[in-house]
């Protein structure tokens, strides 16, 4: 019996060590991605960079070089990165412009929230009428608390998958599978919408869609890039940071006893999460991020905010890896199935409100992508048709970070309704 708890005993216990570890796969991740020889381009065509940053530190906790579950850097990144990233990704958002948008792109960026708040219940409810046992589960175990995560990356981006991880609190075991169909299934859909792009003209023609908005738009976001973009500071970096974490702890110091006085007075919205601080914690730094978006503080996303805070969120994301168990992912392949109909049903919404209002197939492509990747992916998406169209990408990505996690958080409700007993 001491011979198996040895063997099971982590080869590096020192927490320096591992951070030092951790951020070296991130180096080597980002510096190889960024390489033009064909062969690892090629392969970073197939296996994209985020999903190393989850696997790999998830290969070594799974064969014991550290204890990722146990480690206190896996609380760090969770209650220190993700608020702050949040509030940085979400100081960028610009609502005149969403509104400017919204006969087209905000119309299918909400079409497309629609698709995955309804597409979620509706594939765990048709899997449960012939495989129960795929979207069953007790406890932590409980599909739909993963598949809720999944959600919040499917409206918003890694940032709200993490924070409702933290809400819902799937078992590592769980999460490892669903990190696995998140990205085998958004990335077959996003390779389809970057194949499309360089069809839009026939789907335009499909759609009988008049493109022209789209070349005004072109010239329009180009211009606008060009004026505000500048070289950042010092002290841009330090108004980052203390915007980034002093909303961090605002928000910390204020969930604590909201969340207490919900558990003691309303015990029964805890079925709604409402008594965990973690909760508190997301909404209060999206409000701090919303209301600073209105300050003169928005201009630092001129000065790179959202890359600061995608490199918090990076470093938030390889914490979150080392708690995983790779081979979890063979214990339920049935998950990908129960993707797969949740994201046709969100091209099948998408298709039928684009041919009705004939929208042009870079408002459908946008519009999902905004959605299902966040601005990372919205990005590369808007890129494909032009890269002076970014802009769009990133204006409906950013909204998408603001109402990811709730809207995430409905539709795990939904999905724990139609959930197998």
Not at 61 to 73: I, K, M, R, T, Y
Not at 107 to 129: D, E, K, R
Not at 399 to 418: E, H, K, N, R
Request: hydrophobic share 55%.
């Amino acid at each position: 019996m001491q011979n198996v708890i040895s063997a099971a005993e982590p080869l590096i216990t020192n927490t320096t060590v591992i951070v030092g570890i951790l951020m070296s796969i991130l180096g080597f991740v980002f510096y190889t991605s960024s390489l033009s020889n064909k062969y690892i381009k090629g392969f970073y065509n197939i296996i994209p960079p985020l999903l190393l940053c989850y696997f790999l530190p998830g290969i070594l906790n799974s064969f014991h070089v550290f204890d990722g579950e146990n480690s206190p850097l896996t609380g760090i990144g969770s209650r220190y990165f993700l608020p702050a990233c949040l509030i940085l990704f979400i100081i960028n958002l610009d609502l005149k412009e969403m509104w400017a948008l919204r006969k087209r792109a905000g119309l299918m960026f909400i079409t497309g929230t629609v698709g995955i708040l309804l597409g979620g219940p509706l594939a765990v409810w048709l899997t449960a009428l012939v495989a129960p046992d795929v979207v069953g589960g007790a406890g932590p175990d409980e599909v739909w608390r993963g598949l809720g995560a999944l959600a919040g990356s499917w409206i918003g981006g890694s940032a709200n998958q993490v924070a409702l991880r933290e809400i819902l609190q799937p078992s590592p075991k769980l999460f490892s599978s669903i990190i696995a169909v998140d990205v085998f299934v958004a990335y077959i859909w996003m390779a389809f919408l970057l194949y499309g792009a360089s069809k839009s003209k026939q789907f335009d023609k499909f759609f009988k869609a008049d493109s022209k908005d789209v070349d005004v738009l072109m010239v329009k976001m180009d211009e606008k890039s060009k004026a505000n973009n500048r070289m950042p500071e010092t002290k841009d970096f330090i108004l980052m940071l203390a915007l980034a974490f002093g909303g961090t702890g605002l928000a910390t110091f204020l969930a604590e006893p909201i969340a207490n006085y919900v558990a003691q007075y309303y015990p029964d919205l805890e079925k709604f999460s409402l008594t965990n601080s973690f909760f508190w914690i997301v909404l209060i730094a999206t409000i701090i991020g919303i209301s600073l978006s209105f300050t003169p503080a928005k201009k630092l996303e001129h000065a790179g905010a959202s890359k600061i805070g995608t490199v918090l969120l990076y470093m938030l994301i390889v914490t979150i890896g080392m708690q995983m168990d790779i081979l979890a992912i063979l214990d339920n392949p049935g998950l990908f199935v129960v993707g797969i109909i949740w994201i046709l049903f969100h091209a099948l919404l998408l298709l039928i409100v684009g041919k009705v209002f004939k929208i042009p197939f870079f408002y459908y492509a946008v519009g999902s992508m905004s959605n299902i990747g966040g601005v990372a992916s919205a990005t590369v998406t808007s890129a494909a048709f032009h890269p002076s169209l970014i802009s769009v990408g990133v204006i409906l990505s950013v909204f998408s970070y603001a109402i990811g996690t709730y809207a995430g958080w409905v539709t795990a409700l939904l999905m724990q309704l139609v959930s197998p007993i």
